[in-house]
């Protein structure tokens, strides 16, 4: 089980969105597979997608669909990727872009493909090709709970999270479900994330909220540092909950609804860390005191891939002779380490760049006993913070991931 996740909360219906599963069998036997979502004619759509130079067939298919017309359809299947597929991989990725628009009465631009799985192997596209029909069937707007469940891999719980708002005396619903538990290292939003709303934002509004959202939870969040080729990262505002469109930023209504996003965002990015492949422990990595974010993050960052820092993690080990190695060799221009101060929960461990005076190893053992911790640095050098969430590095992750295709 994911480490203090809950599992799937209620999961708001939002205006102007269906969703259908199907049990395609494209990797996985008696289980769904295959995930249609529908949007209201009107709805607009804002994404995101990973920087990978080998960035796969689906995503250059909805990368380019979506500069052209807003989507209708978004298609997601689990189980395999349809990255380093080369002509074919583009040919699978556009039929099945043409069926669904054959199904659903719209054309093939309007509809957004997306695929999580294995790297290398062509599409069956018989099997999803067929299971089309069974999508389209299902389609409900209660079925967020089901859609997350399909676009699952190697997560061992569906995510989920909603929030409701008031907004000029209207209810209005943010729903979202995302997969992800190993490939994860942002470089937009390594993930599949798939968001709703019913409130109605202008086209450069929608955008504008979306890459907020991105910034402060899924570009926060890494597992083993790595880029997928699949990452994507959807925002869809349908203007269901009727009510005027918002097109300013400095709205006060607008502020409410990015909170809600946000929150949104942040508890799906949060649980895929939890959800860690053979992950055991759930670590916030704070670093303040920075001249700017990008000096913060490369410490944050450095501490959360380094391998023995996650080991000790997992070994319950205050090793933080690891912690203060990371930090140094982050990068960071003309630090004055003896400004340095790191923290393991409210424990100073390193105190101006050197061991703290009043440290326990004992107390500093029950922190990393918590299946939670908190590691914080202070640079001393500006007022720039920044905060990361990451996990240990267990015997499991080794085990799913050498077994990932057997």
Known sequence: MAIGYKGLEILHPVAGVRLGVAKAGIRYADRHDLVLVELAADALSAGVFTRNAFCAAPVQVARAH????????WLINAGNANAGTGEQGLRDARLSCREVARLGGCIEQAVLPFSTGVIGENLPMDALLGALPRCFDTLDEQAWALAAEGIMTTDTVAKGCSRQVELHGRTVTVTGIAKG?????????????FIATDAALAPGLLEHCLQRAVDQSFNRITVDGDTSTNDACMLVATGGAGGRVMERADEPAFGVLQEAVDEVCRELAQAIVRDGEGATKFITIEVGGGLNTLECER???TIAHSPLVKTAFFAADPNWGRILAAVGRAGVPGLQVDHVDIFLGPLCIVRQGERASDYDEAAAQAVMAHDEITVRVELGRGESRV???TCDLSYDYVRINAEYRS
Not at 181 to 193: E, N, Y
């Open 66 to 73: 979506l500069e052209q017309i807003p989507p209708r359809y």
């Open 181 to 193: 538990s190993g490939m994860i290292r942002p470089d937009m939003a390594t993930l599949l994330a």
């Open 299 to 301: 410490v944050a960052y």
């Open 387 to 389: 905060q990361v969430w």
